[in-house]
């Protein structure tokens, strides 16, 4: 049996932030995942407990077909934390490149 914090999930968040994406490398056996380290800028809490906070480094991921920017980048998104309180990534919806 699991102890109780291994199975706990955070609840549901969202946050409209501005990054740098730090690393950038396809996900292992897929074709359109991209695996992410980020350095979160500015967070806007949309909804939820807020897990994105200005200064933290953390892992991220999202969805392309191909990889064409060149990093670091600087970056908006709307960030969904998933996973535990103790690990998880931020996954990185309606990403814009920012001007």
Same mark, same amino acid.
């Given at each position: 049996m699991?102890?109780?914090?291994? =199975? $706990?999930? !955070?609840?549901?968040?969202?946050?409209?932030?501005?990054?740098?994406?730090?690393?950038?490398?396809?996900?292992?056996?897929?074709?359109?995942?991209?695996?992410?380290?980020?350095?979160?800028?500015? =967070? $806007?809490? !949309?909804?939820g407990p807020q897990r994105a906070e200005p200064g933290l480094r953390a892992p991220a991921f999202t969805w392309r077909p191909d990889w064409d920017l060149p990093l670091p980048v600087q970056v908006e998104a709307d960030a969904e934390y998933i996973g535990g309180p103790r690990q998880g990534s931020f996954q990185l919806l309606n990403l814009h490149v920012c001007p």
């Amino acid at each position: 049996m699991m102890g109780m914090h291994s =199975a $706990m999930m !955070v609840a549901p968040n969202q946050a409209r932030i501005r990054a740098t994406i730090l690393r950038a490398e396809r996900a292992p056996g897929t074709a359109d995942k991209w695996l992410l380290e980020v350095e979160i800028c500015q =967070a $806007m809490p !949309v909804r939820g407990p807020q897990r994105a906070e200005p200064g933290l480094r953390a892992p991220a991921f999202t969805w392309r077909p191909d990889w064409d920017l060149p990093l670091p980048v600087q970056v908006e998104a709307d960030a969904e934390y998933i996973g535990g309180p103790r690990q998880g990534s931020f996954q990185l919806l309606n990403l814009h490149v920012c001007p």
